[in-house]
Each structure stands twice: as C-alpha cells, then as structure tokens.
C-alpha cells in the first residue's frame, strides 16, 4: 500500500518567504509526527498530532514554525521568514495508533529538503 | 530529558567481517528502543526493536538496562547492509505525553567488499 507522502520533494527558499510543506500519513494513521534533520544529524522532533489535535509542539525551535492537521489526515508544516538555519530535511511519520509500550512503528515519508538562500 | 549517543559517525568492515554499531541512551524511565535504517536514496525505516528480541537481516541488538546501552550485531557483514544507521528511543514523558522518537546521530556503515 501507500506510505508516507511528502511535498514537494525539495524546497528553495529565499531568506524571508514562508514556506508550507505537506504531508500525506497513512490512511487511517491515528499519530503524526515531524521531525528536522539538520546535515549530519539524526532527526530531531519538532511536533506530534493525535487525529487533529496537535498534542505536543515542545520541539518547534521558534513560533515562525506552525503545523496544523485540521481534519486528522493531512498535515501541513509552515515556516515563516525563512532563515538560514531552517536548512534542513523535514520529515513526517505516522503511526497506526497512540503508541506507547512499543506497539507502534513510526513509518517515515522521504522528506522534503528545504534550502534557505 | 533523553539522549542517544552513537559514538562512531563512521564505521568500516570488510565482507564476512562481524559488525558491531554502538548505542547508548540516557533515559530515567523505562525505554523503548530501535534501530532505523536509511538505504542509500531511500526512507528511513525500522530494522528492529527491542521489544521484538527479534532477528532481522541478520542483525540482533539487545537492551542492557545496566549499561544504558542497545548495540547493533551482525555476525558476518554484507554489501548491502552498507547504510546510515541510527539508534532511537521512545519515551512516554507524564501521563498525555507524545511518543516522539529521540534519534543519535547515525554511524554509517561502510563494508568493503
């Protein structure tokens, strides 16, 4: 079956635009996730939905990142006045149900790879 | 708080030589661990937890709760497991917390033919 979209697959930005990138979960995926992948790095969380309702954005760097997945499907992550430091991959991943002991796997989307200017 | 720590960003074996890639955690409640495997152009994507105690592709890794650690083992490499590999933890943090991976930074894995 389908996994884990992401668009666009790649994303040049100039220093200042804002920018949305999108996902696409698993259908009947319950929990979504975000994650920023910095060169070099591991991925690193950013935010966590459970259907629509955004339980955790502890890992947001700044309130230029917002994310929203107003009918539990898709998700969209938005970044305003783009810098040089959002360079990074970002990923999505979602998982069947809300997790915990180890009964979920989070399956991954390719990510999108935004280039700031 | 937890962290993963991948020691090696780099390590190279030859073909039919053992593998052992690295991982340790520091976490004050009860983990759960994995090994994430990104193919070269490809997704991340699960090779095993710790929960499973399962073998795949060969490799096995088993939690050590006293050395905090979650080591990859394969007894004889192979090309293709050439690979970014990356040791992640999950944790549930108060009673509506999120079940957000914790990634290391990956060791890549070269096996020289």
């Known amino acids: 079956g389908a996994g884990v979209s992401q668009s666009p697959r790649y994303k040049v930005a100039k220093r200042g635009q804002d920018v949305a990138l999108r996902c696409d979960p698993i259908?009947?995926?319950?929990?979504l996730f975000w994650y920023q992948q910095a060169l070099g790095q591991g991925p690193e969380f950013l935010t966590y939905?459970?259907?629509?309702?955004?339980?955790?954005k502890s890992g947001l760097p700044s309130d230029r990142f917002f994310a929203e997945r107003p009918e539990g499907s898709v998700s969209t992550l938005k970044i305003q006045r783009t810098q040089q430091e959002d360079s990074a991959v970002y990923l999505c991943?979602?998982?069947?149900?809300?997790?915990?002991?180890?009964?979920?796997?989070?399956?991954f989307g390719a990510g999108t790879r935004l280039s700031v200017l | 708080a937890q962290r993963v720590t991948q020691p090696e960003k780099l390590l190279s074996v030859f073909k039919g030589a053992p593998v052992e890639l690295k991982c340790n955690y520091s976490?004050?409640?009860?983990?759960?661990l994995f090994w994430y495997v990104q193919y070269s152009r490809q997704r991340l994507q699960l090779l095993l937890r710790?929960?499973s105690r399962e073998s795949i592709k060969g490799f096995t890794a088993d939690l050590n709760k006293g050395e905090t650690s979650f080591h990859l083992k394969k007894p004889f490499a192979q090309e293709e497991d050439s690979a970014m590999y990356y040791c992640?933890?999950?944790?549930?943090?108060?009673?509506?917390?999120?079940?957000?991976?914790?990634f290391g930074k990956g060791t890549k894995l070269s096996v020289i033919p």
């Open positions: 991943a979602s998982s069947r149900t809300r997790g915990g002991s180890g009964k979920n796997i989070q399956y």
């Open positions: 259908s009947g995926h319950v929990s």
């Open positions: 939905f459970q259907n629509e309702a955004q339980l955790d």
């Open positions: 976490y004050s409640g009860s983990p759960e």
């Open positions: 710790h929960i």
């Open positions: 992640a933890l999950s944790a549930l943090e108060g009673g509506a917390g999120s079940y957000q991976l914790t």
